[in-house]
């Protein structure tokens, strides 16, 4: 069974920073893309950074040169560094996992999701 955990969202003022992480941990054989989503209260799910093995990593335009995707592929964990943070960037956050399982099987995991509120 693969489990993704996440950690480090919170509540911050306008401005101030945060650092997601997303650990995955099971019988995983290969993991080529991370993702991060984000979904605010009525609104749909975006793409809010991905980055794959041996690419540029790519955002959404409103957090281009705010957010930073990172990733560690030695302790399957995706990382997400916030700056500037601004209220509407308020959402729960979700990172993403497609990936291929040691039985060969293809699987599409999710984190539990992790708040980040913004907010004076």
């Known amino acids: 069974q693969v489990q993704l955990v996440e950690s480090g969202g919170g509540l911050v003022h306008p401005g101030e920073s945060l650092r997601l992480s997303c650990a995955a941990s099971?019988?995983?054989?290969?993991?080529?893309?991370m993702a991060w989503y984000r979904q605010a209260p009525g609104e749909e799910r975006e793409l809010v950074a991905h980055i794959a093995t041996g690419a540029f990593p790519n955002y959404a335009d409103s957090v281009k040169g705010r957010f930073t995707i990172s990733r560690d592929n030695d302790k399957n964990t995706v990382y997400l560094q916030m700056n500037s943070l601004k209220p509407e960037d308020t959402a729960v956050y979700y990172c993403?996992?497609?990936?291929?399982?040691?039985?060969?099987?293809?699987?599409?995991?999710w984190g539990q999701g992790t708040q980040v509120t913004v907010s004076s």
């Open positions: 099971g019988s995983i054989f290969s993991i080529s893309d």
């Open positions: 993403n996992m497609p990936m291929r399982l040691s039985d060969g099987r293809r699987y599409n995991a």
